[in-house]
């Protein structure tokens, strides 16, 4: 059991890797404590064994989603091949992850999703619109148009 008030209000980082390491044996209940955590102390630290165990497809695809979860909410420092190698991989966890992390650097993949409504990567290339800090017009009606998508995630995202 961890003191999850502790860890968060004093953001207390010598909890950092036991709460890594908890993720991966943790029972579902507990993943949502141990992923809040580990956002509040955003360590430089996860962020290596976090990208190793999503990356891990042994792993279970909710342990996975929980350091993807973790990930996605700190800068991290990938590589622009990292990202496009995961994004040209057969795995869907790892897919999402990557179409929600590019940058301007991979805006050719972003437009390409963006032009599909209906891909399910695209709440993802919405996320990593974002990342581009782009306000071109064009996008800003991209962002319009997904306030008005089926699928809640898009709209929450636009």
């Not at 003191?3 to 044996?25: G, K, M, N, Y």
């Not at 990557?98 to 993949?109: G, H, L, V």
């Amino acid at each position: 059991m961890f003191p999850h008030e502790h860890i968060q209000t004093a953001e207390d980082r010598s909890w950092t890797l036991r709460l890594v390491e908890a993720i991966s044996t943790a029972e579902t209940e507990n993943l949502d404590a141990i992923k809040t955590s580990l956002i509040a102390l955003s360590d430089p630290r996860s962020f290596a064994p976090l990208t190793a165990m999503a990356l891990d497809t042994n792993n279970l695809p909710a342990v996975r989603q929980a350091a993807i979860d973790v990930l996605l909410s700190q800068v991290t420092t990938e590589a622009p091949e990292e990202r496009k190698k995961w994004w040209q991989t057969g795995d869907e966890i790892i897919k999402h992850y990557a179409a929600a992390k590019f940058e301007r650097t991979e805006i050719d993949i972003i437009e390409t999703i963006l032009a599909e409504p209906e891909s399910p990567y695209f709440a993802d290339a919405l996320t990593a619109l974002e990342n581009t800090q782009s306000e071109e017009v064009k996008y800003q009606q991209v962002l319009i148009e997904a306030l008005k998508h089926a699928d809640p995630d898009v709209r929450l995202n636009a």
